[in-house]
Every structure is written in C-alpha cells, then in structure tokens.
C-alpha cells in the first residue's frame, strides 16, 4: 500500500534555510561526525567562553553520562535578548494576544523585554534567589511567564514550570520536590472566559511546603486574594522600584537551566533537567529550520508554556533567534471556533503550530470559521503531542493551509528538548500522519522489542530508540539519577527508549504508533495511569483501580478506569461523580476519568499481577481478541468487565 505524498512548496523550498539536497548533505555529516557539525553549529549562540569540547556522552550501562559543549560559558536570557539589542531592539519580541480579544493586544519589543527581565531578575534576587536555586511558576500565558523564565536564566536559577491547569496537590509536590525558594504565581487565570484562581491554589499548596517558601504574586485581573504578609510579595509593586538592569550571570553549558516535571509509567512524575548549552543550540536551531523561520516572520506555537512545547518553541528557541513569537493567553474555542484564524489573521501569522486535539475540536465546528478569515500569510504548518489521524491531517492542509503550506508533523518529547523526527517544509514531501525523517544528530532506530535487536530493513515495526546523544537530551532526572538510567537506558541496552512504537514504512520514512508503556497520551499531554491510580485508591471508598486508554473522538484517547469498591460500598452515579471530581483535585482537569467502570473484580495473573493487555481491550470495544486468558486466577471476573463495559 503505498501512502499519498505532498510535495514541498516550490517557492518556499526554493529559499528555503533546507533544501532535499541539503538536508542529505547536512544528516550524513552530522552522523558521520558529530563532533565537527555541533562543533560548528553551536556557533549560533554568544559564548562568553568559547567551548573547546563538543560532545562527551555515554549510553553504557551504569555509567550513563551526557555532556556537551561542557566547558563553554554563556547566559540563556543574554543569547535570547541582550544580543540582539543592537540589531533588532525595537522589534516586536512578543506579541501577546490576551484570552479576551477586546482587551487588545501587547507587543513587546526586544529592548522592553530586556528591561521587563532585568527588573524581574532584580526582583527575585532580593527575594534571596541565587545561582542554581530553584523557582517554581504557575502562572497564566501572559508576558510576566516569559520574564520569569528568562528572568531566572540571567541569575542562573533554575527554574519549573507547572502547568496552571494543575492542582494545589500537584503543585505543592514540585515545589517540595525541587525544594524551590520562590513560587511565582498570579492572582487569577483568564481561560477561555473563566477564570482559574491561581493564587488560591497557591495558598492552598504552601500549606503543605516549608514555611520559607515566599510567594511572588502578578496582578492579572485584580481579583482579590488573600495576602500574607512576610510571605507574599507583590511583584507590580516591586518591579517598579527594580533596577532595569541587571548584569546577565555568566553560566556553564552544563549548568541545569529548568526542570519540567512528567509523568511516566510508574509512581511519581520525574523531573527532567535540561542544561543551558546544548538546550539552546538545539532548540533554536529546530525552530529555525523545522518551521524554516525567516527574518520578519511571525510565528504563533499555541501550547502552553507549561509544557515544554512552549519552553523549547514560545520561548527559547525563538528568541535566541530574534524571531517574533506570540503567545496566546486563551482556548480555540473562545469567543467561538474562530479564534485561532482571527489571530493568525490580526497578526499576519506565517507559522503556527498547534496539537491534532485542537485541530479535531475545531473540525467539528464547521469550515465557515476559517473561511472567514484571511489566512494568506501563512507558510507553514505544524502539528506535535500525538499522532494525527489522516482526516485531521487532510483538513488542516485543505481548509486551513488550502494546499500551499507544508505541515510538519513533529515527534519528540520533554526528555528531549527539541524536534527529534519531522519532515522540514523546504525538503521533503509529506505523508498525513507521518513524522518522516530524523532531524540533524538524530539515530532513530527501530527494535523487535522482545530481544531488544536491531531491525535494519524495512517497512517494519517495533519500538523506537535512539542510537546516540544529540545536544538537547534530558541530562538526569532531578535528584535521582538512577531513575534516569532505569527509565531511558534499562530496557535496551545501549539506547535511549523513547517509550514509543514505530513503524518505518517502504521509503524509509518514520511514523509513530503511539507508547508502549504504560503513559496515556490526553489531548497531547501525557498521563501516568499509575498517577490516575494512586489518585483513585486515595479514595475512602475505592479498593483497587486499575486505568487505561481507550480511542476518543477529539483527545486522541479517553481516560477509563476500572474501579473496584470497598465492601459494602453502593455503586451510585453520585459515587461516580464524586470520583470524577476527586482526581480532578488531586491532580487536576486534565486527569479527570472520562469512563469509570465499577469492576467487582480485576482480571489478575496467579501471582496477582493486574492483565492490563485485557482491561485494555475491553476499554476499546475490541474484545473478540483477548488473547490468551488461561493463565487468569479467575477467568470468569473477565465476562464481567465485558458485560458491563462502558465504551460500547
Ligand atoms: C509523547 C511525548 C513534545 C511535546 C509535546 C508532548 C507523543 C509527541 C508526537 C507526534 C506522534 C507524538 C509521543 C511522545 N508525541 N509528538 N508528532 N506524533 N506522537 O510532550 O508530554 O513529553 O509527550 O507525545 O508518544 O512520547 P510529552
């Protein structure tokens, strides 16, 4: 069977920063040495020590070690703002377009951000922050998130994101588990015309954090909070009496420059460290080449800077290149479906990059609300979180893009800071659902996951790793290091495990198949079922829960759990309320259960170990194929779950 193919536009791909001829030439020299390449291209930034190495790495097992341009010094925020003073200041840095449209928009031009980072700095310094303290955000999508980060990358703290979405629960273990100094947060969260009471969260999550903790609070709305004094500090009211400048600390390529906690396949989500030099060269060289951004260019990346999407590709990336980024405060769907084209419209948007789940709700809604709107600066699309599906595809390309602008479909991860797999508009044709081709450094291979061997023909299909290092890498997990190794290099010796499956098809070219672990993909955004679990057992009167994933229309998949009660427990509708409403406090919205199962038992192994293979095709209606089930304590609980399944 072979795929449809769309070709690059031609007069993009003939100014393109890369070619097909191109892009050949610069994979096999990037392979072939990698030293020489990254050696070359980590020139793109201002160092203030020029490094001499360039790549020191090891995937061998119990000495897994990644470095690269290890005794280089720069400064993130000075390669993001301060150089560009001279060539660029008075050009727009951030256009910020708030949730309500009728408030008007911001831009922000290189020499405003300078001075908005250099008081934030100030600011956070006289609150005691230092070189490697940590700082945690939770902030809406406004500017102050961008000063924050950029903020904490002069003084050379480290800073963490939690997504606002997230619970007072969710937030009090990041701050406890980086052991922050200060928590930025803001009084309120505008959202799709609601507002999510930040600072209330924060209150409610300090309670349960050391008492040192300050708390740094941006007006956004104005709406009322309650304040402690000693421990909360107003940052309008100390940002106007900061010094605007702020000498830029000189760092270490290697020096940790954020943590981003994720979720993963057991327990506790993991905080992945992600260091100042490889980071920067990588995330700004992607998106310079991936969306092939040129001078002038507007570029619109729509995700929330609470995920590392909106690290590598609202922040980093475009800045330390001089672009124009906008960051949007609201949701697709607010005031209507039209939002996303009024914006690309009102700032003459040529870029943008969004998630297959945005893509989908806003299919459903009909065509007159792109049709509206003039989109002919666009240029090229992007998509990236899970894999799109053909027809979300196909009406990105014809209604949105109407046929002239590439889409690139970008696979990568938090652990590795940048696009790992993606078609480059200027170069390749593109195949729907397809993440096509390596990005420069990258050794993506494809292994029969049982014996963990190598796979080097094709088509084939089988789980997806990585041969060798490339600059923006996750360096360890935050305190833990062997949980590092554990979860990326025990499984397949010698490789990075990407925790997802593959198949390359006849030509060569990659398409992701979705994780073979046990992480549930939300909308784009990962979920542990573990986490869902804990969440669920938390719970007075659930007994056992085991979760799973099962396909849903618009988030990719659905959250199903399975829930066995306590005895003497009634099965209520009330009940099953009440547990939905129970994971949405204990982690937030974005884990609450779409289908919850009362499950008088669980199909388990005789040695007790839950069949999740089972409870897994019974969430997705496909329990023809059960496989072998002779091996089940009780085969009969089986009849049960498909009896009485939910998905039907
Ligand atoms: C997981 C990583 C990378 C930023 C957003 C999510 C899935 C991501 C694609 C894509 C198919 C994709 C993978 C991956 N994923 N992009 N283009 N095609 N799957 O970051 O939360 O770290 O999740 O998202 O399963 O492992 P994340």
Not at 214 to 225: A, D, N, P, S
């Amino acid at each position: 069977m072979s795929n449809p193919t769309y070709p690059p536009n031609a007069e993009l791909a003939a100014n393109a920063h890369v070619n097909a001829e191109k892009y050949e030439e610069m994979y096999a020299a990037s392979i072939a040495d990698p030293d020489a390449f990254w050696g070359e291209h980590g020139k793109r930034l201002d160092w203030i020590k020029p490094y001499t190495k360039v790549k020191n790495t090891s995937f061998e097992p119990g000495n897994i070690s990644i470095k690269w341009y290890e005794d280089g010094t720069l400064n993130v925020a000075a390669n993001c703002i301060d150089r560009h003073l001279e060539t660029r200041g008075d050009q727009t840095a951030i256009i910020f377009e708030p949730d309500d449209p009728e408030e008007g928009a911001q831009h922000i031009t290189y020499k405003q951000l300078h001075t908005s980072v250099c008081k934030m700095a100030n600011v956070l310094e006289e609150l005691g922050v230092r070189k490697g303290d940590r700082v945690i955000l939770y902030l809406p999508m406004i500017p102050e998130a961008a000063y924050a980060m950029l903020a904490c990358a002069r003084i050379g703290a480290i800073h963490s994101i939690v997504f606002a979405g997230f619970s007072p629960d969710a937030l009090a273990a990041r701050v406890n588990g980086c052991d922050a100094k200060v928590l930025i947060t803001a009084d309120e969260a505008p959202r799709g015309g609601r507002k999510t009471p930040l600072k209330s969260n924060a209150d409610e999550a300090l309670l349960h954090c050391k008492d040192t903790v300050k708390c740094l609070v941006v007006k956004r709305t104005g709406g009322q909070t309650t304040w402690i004094d000693g421990r909360d500090f107003d940052y309008n009211e100390m940002a106007m009496e900061a010094n605007d400048f702020h000498q830029p600390a000189e760092m270490n390529a290697e020096d940790p420059l954020f943590i981003l906690y994720t979720s993963g396949s057991t327990g506790q989500p993991k905080g992945v460290v992600h260091c100042s030099g490889g980071y920067l060269v990588y995330a700004a060289m992607t998106q310079e080449i991936t969306f092939d951004y040129q001078e002038g260019d507007i570029y619109w990346c729509t995700a929330d800077v609470g995920w590392v999407t909106g690290h590598s590709y609202i922040v980093y990336g475009p800045l330390a290149n001089g672009a124009t980024t906008l960051m949007f405060e609201g949701t697709p769907t607010y005031p209507d479906a039209g939002r996303f084209w009024a914006v690309c419209e009102k700032h003459k948007v040529n870029q943008f990059y969004t998630a297959p789940t945005a893509i989908r709700a806003l299919m459903g809604q009909g065509t007159e609300f792109v049709e509206k709107y003039d989109l002919s600066d666009l240029k090229v699309l992007g998509t990236v979180g899970e894999p799109i599906n053909p027809e979300a595809w196909n009406w990105y390309n014809d209604v949105v893009g109407k046929g002239n602008c590439p889409i690139v479909d970008t696979w990568w991860q938090t652990e590795t800071g940048g696009h790992m797999m993606t078609p480059l508009p200027g170069a390749h044709a593109t195949k729907p659902g397809s993440a096509m081709k390596p990005f420069f450094g990258v050794k993506p291979v494809v292994l029969e996951p049982t014996s963990g061997e190598e796979i080097s023909t094709y088509p084939t299909e089988g789980v997806l790793c990585i041969a060798d290092s490339w600059p923006s890498q996750m360096r360890t997990v935050w305190g833990d290091h062997e949980r590092f190794e554990k979860t990326y290099f025990a499984d397949y010796k010698g490789y990075y495990f990407a925790g997802d499956g593959c198949r390359r098809d006849e030509d060569g070219d990659y398409w992701i198949t979705g994780r073979v672990d046990d992480v549930i993909n939300v909308s784009g955004h990962r979920m542990g079922t573990a986490e869902v679990e804990s969440a669920l057992v938390a719970h007075r009167d659930v007994a056992e829960a085991a979760v799973v994933g099962y396909p849903h229309e618009i988030k990719g998949q659905g959250i199903y759990c399975y829930v066995t009660l306590m005895n003497g427990v009634e099965p209520t509708e009330e009940l099953r309320k009440e547990l939905r409403t129970w994971v949405r406090t204990e982690i937030g919205p974005i884990a609450a259960p779409d289908l919850i199962q009362w499950a008088p038992g669980l199909p388990k192994t005789r040695s007790g170990k839950i069949m999740r293979r089972i409870l897994r095709k019974i969430a997705e209606n496909d329990y023809g194929s059960l496989g072998d089930t002779s091996t089940l304590a009780e085969p009969a609980v089986v009849d049960d779950l498909i009896e009485n399944r939910m998905n039907k």
